[in-house]
């Protein structure tokens, strides 16, 4: 079952209880506090909902047993916003009015059967759904773009897979507050990163890129900004990827935007093109292109932002988690998937998905190695280097003084254990019934390390899986602990709903793009001390560079009451350092031409 809004699909896992069941009340409310850590997002106090039928509770779905014909005329959902629940017919567009910020817990749930056949509670069944996190940030739409140019396609190109198509996306444009709805004058293009759900809209970028208020305090100063998010071939998804196609795709992309907001653009200012993390390699690629082929990009400043030019990180024992558990969780076969695709497979140094590409699994997985994407898409960008007719800097959250992420290679990440181990036969003293144990855990990547654990061989209602140990063979660089920006893909996995215990741990974040990655500095060594070199410059292709200097503290979540320091920054975190060095890198001295049009 799905519910809509905004674009966006906000997909509901179904759970199948007996119509009499006695815990029917209780488990609802354990799903409510495992509800899905996935965070939607929304701006404005009136949301538009639509009910999907496309994948109807009640229509013969396997998982149910003999398929049941028809669905049921109405939906019982509870949208959180205090009106309760209350039943809503398939494809109904339902208008729901929020009264206050945070996060509100969406739950669903449909009676399905055939009641009129027999009275037999076989006949009939409820189906609940995992609630989703539904968050309302801001009562206040006004920060909506001042202009959207939808549908957006840039030139067709022909992928690794043989397929032939243009990259799309929409473009959001936030005028400048001194010339407000007026034309473009002095333009500012950011690009969205991955998004292999296409499911982060303007709102949500936006507010990534007005940390600290970065982007009010651009537009207060003169500056236009443009935001390129790309979409896939269309909504629905018929072709493409999305914000996770192929980066060669999505680059062309930005040509075609460029060239048309250098058409459309008043007066003589040159752009700024910032990239944050997958946007830099975008473009980085297509400026570089552009200049390749004499097309003129009228740029005048690139921002690389916590950009992976040497590659990206993902601890490749949280991988061989999900792909194990793939076959049990839906949000674990989700995660895994989007590891696959383009996108992720040109940029994981470290990638489980090189299986596919036909290598033995007996011998692949005792090593770490990049996806057969990862070395022609580095390859292609290291032929077209860098552009060279602007400037050019770089921004990491990673620490440049070589400190790590404050655990070492071999240490624990993901932590799931449920049930005894010495019941080897897996019976309970109740017939019929099986003692599940199960085990999943992952370990930082280190030479020769252990890096996974996985036992399902009781698996309760999972099927038996045998048990799989991933240790490597061979000495590997360890980027798990690197300093770099960082990710919280282990806290996801420890955030899944499970059908048994709890996934925990105690190490929620790891590096995801190294400081040497980000600022491209010519290294085998992940721990270089950046800061202490005096001549840095030598070794990186940036004109200028910077980097993370001092811990920061996180809450782990948006709803957490207290924080935890980390040795280095989140991904792409705008902290107040960096807010004022985008500013003072993006705005001077070309504010004196945006006052002169002003004045004209």
Known sequence: MQIKYAGAVLTLVMVVMGLGSENASAAVQSMISQSNPKLWTYTGRDVVFTVDDQLAPCNGDPIFGDPISGDPPYIKIDFGDGAGAHLYPLNDTVHVHYTGVGRKVILRSALCGTPHVSDDSNSQYLVYDLPINFEVRDLDSTKQPDNVWTDFY????????????????????????????????????????????????????????????????????????????????????????????????????????????????????????????????????????????????????????????????????????????????????????????????????????????????????????????????????????????????????????????????????????????????????????????????????????????????????????????????????????????????TQQIADSSVEYGDVTTTRPYAAFVPTVSALDINTTDLFYNVAGDANIYAKTPFDKIYFATAPQSYKLDRFATTTVMFNNEQHIDITAEKAQIFLNEITMPWLTPVINFILQ
């Open 154 to 489: 840039g030139p067709s190109y022909t992928d690794a897979s043989g397929a032939n198509y243009p990259g799309y996306g929409n473009v959001y444009i936030y005028n400048s507050k001194r010339t407000p709805g007026a034309p473009l004058v002095n333009p500012v293009i950011v690009i969205d990163g991955f998004d292999p759900d296409n499911t982060r809209n303007e709102d949500e970028i936006y507010e990534i890129m007005n940390k600290n208020r970065l982007l009010e305090t651009g537009r207060d100063r003169g500056l236009d900004f443009v935001v390129l998010d790309p979409g896939g071939w269309d909504w629905g998804m018929s072709k493409g990827f999305g914000g996770a196609e192929y980066i060669q795709r999505n680059a062309l992309l930005l040509e075609a935007l460029i060239q048309k907001v250098n058409q459309v653009k008043v007066g003589s200012s040159p752009l700024v093109v910032i990239g944050p993390s997958m946007g830099g390699l975008i473009a980085r690629y297509a400026l570089a292109d552009m200049e390749r082929r004499n097309i003129p990009h009228n740029t005048r400043l690139f921002v690389s932002f916590d950009s992976p030019q040497r590659g990206a990180n993902i601890p490749l024992g949280d991988q061989y988690f999900l792909e194990y558990f793939a076959d049990y969780s839906a949000e674990a076969l989700a995660n895994l998937n989007k590891l696959k695709t383009p996108a992720a497979r040109q940029m994981l140094v470290y990638s489980v998905s090189h299986f596919s590409d036909g290598g033995s699994r007996s011998v692949d997985s005792k090593i770490a190695r990049a996806d057969d994407l990862f070395t022609p898409f580095y390859n292609e960008l290291a032929s077209l280097g860098y552009p060279k007719k602007l400037r050019k800097i770089a921004l990491a959250n990673g620490r440049g003084d070589g400190v790590g992420q404050g655990f070492n290679p071999g240490d624990p990440l993901v932590q799931y254990t449920y049930g005894a181990k010495e019941i080897v036969n897996c019976n309970l003293l109740i017939p019929g019934r099986t003692d599940p144990y199960i085990v999943g855990d992952t370990w930082a990547v280190g030479s020769y390390a252990t890096i996974f654990h996985g036992n399902a061989t009781c698996g309760g209602v999972y099927a038996e899986k045998d048990p799989e140990w991933i240790t490597l063979k061979v000495a590997v660089l360890p980027y798990d602990t690197a300093p770099g920006g960082s990710h919280d893909a």
